[in-house]
């Protein structure tokens, strides 16, 4: 079974950074697409980046093209690294993963394709 366990958020100031990590566990077969959603309050969850861990191929949302950068520290680990932090940032980050046919397309990233899910992680960007 695929476990994962987010940590590093927290609340900053505009045009500040934080680091998001995820730890996994469980059949890294069941795993190699790897990414991150995030939630605000009234709206619908949006996939922000995501990383193929077998060639480590990358999508990021345009929001945060330029600003966040996903990778791994090791087998086990997802980080994502947060800069130039927005207000519009603010969200619940959850860490998600799931089988490779999921990062198969270039441009399809949905939450419904996607199993196994972390509980989030609070990040607040004040203005």
């Known amino acids: 079974q695929v476990q994962l366990l987010e940590s590093g958020g927290g609340s900053v100031q505009a045009g500040g950074s934080l680091r998001l990590s995820c730890a996994a566990s469980?059949?890294?077969?069941?795993?190699?697409?790897m990414g991150w959603f995030r939630q605000a309050p009234g709206k619908d969850r949006e996939g922000v980046a995501r990383?193929?861990?077998?060639?480590?191929?990358t999508y990021y949302a345009d929001s945060v093209k330029g600003r966040f950068t996903i990778s791994r520290d090791d087998a086990n680990t997802l980080t994502l690294q947060m800069n130039s932090l927005k207000p519009e940032d603010t969200a619940t980050y959850y860490c998600?993963?799931?089988?490779?046919?999921?990062?198969?397309?270039?441009?399809?990233?949905?939450?419904?394709?996607?199993?196994?899910w972390g509980r989030g992680t609070q990040v607040t960007v004040s203005s």
């Open positions: 998600t993963a799931d089988e490779s046919w999921v990062c198969h397309s270039e441009t399809r990233f949905l939450q419904t394709d996607f199993t196994y």
């Open positions: 469980g059949p890294p077969a069941r795993r190699p697409c």
């Open positions: 990383l193929y861990t077998y060639d480590e191929r």
